[in-house]
Nanobody
Framework: QVQLVESGGGLVQAGGSLKLSCAAS????????MGWFRQAPGKEREFVAA????????YYADSVKGRFIISRDNAKNTVYLQMNSLKPEDTAVYYC????????????????????WGQGTQVTVSS
């Protein structure tokens, strides 16, 4: 059974940090790239970051590049998102998913979720 459990969210002041975790079932995690997405109130879910199975390739949305770091521990079937220098516009529910990545040449890389969503974890950044 596919299962993703996100945790680590909370309330933090602007400029602060949080580290999110996503524990996945082995079937979901093994051999797949993993990604983080977020959905703010009234907005569509958007891509945040992704990491390849071996962790040698990472991808970030421009809005978080240089502030967020994605990592994974394959022995623990867990992917992490270290979020630094948080801004109020980072406020959203954060979700993880198994993903596929497609190189688009000069247009960058397309990251698409391929697993069901977990319940997500709320991140609120106060100004």
């Amino acid at each position: 059974q596919v299962q993703l459990v996100e945790s680590g969210g909370g309330l933090v002041q602007a400029g602060g940090s949080l580290k999110l975790s996503c524990a996945a079932s082995r079937r979901t995690f093994t051999s797949f790239a993993m990604g983080w997405f977020r959905q703010a109130p009234g907005k569509e879910r958007e891509f945040v970051a992704a990491i390849s199975w071996y962790g040698d390739n990472t991808y970030y949305a421009d809005s978080v590049k240089g502030r967020f770091i994605i990592s994974r521990d394959n022995a623990k079937n867990t992917v992490y998102l270290q979020m630094n220098s948080l801004k109020p516009e980072d406020t959203a529910v954060y979700y993880c998913a198994a993903v596929v990545t497609t190189a688009l040449g000069e247009r960058g890389t397309r990251v698409e979720p391929i697993s069901p969503w977990g319940q997500g974890t709320q991140v609120t950044v106060s100004s």
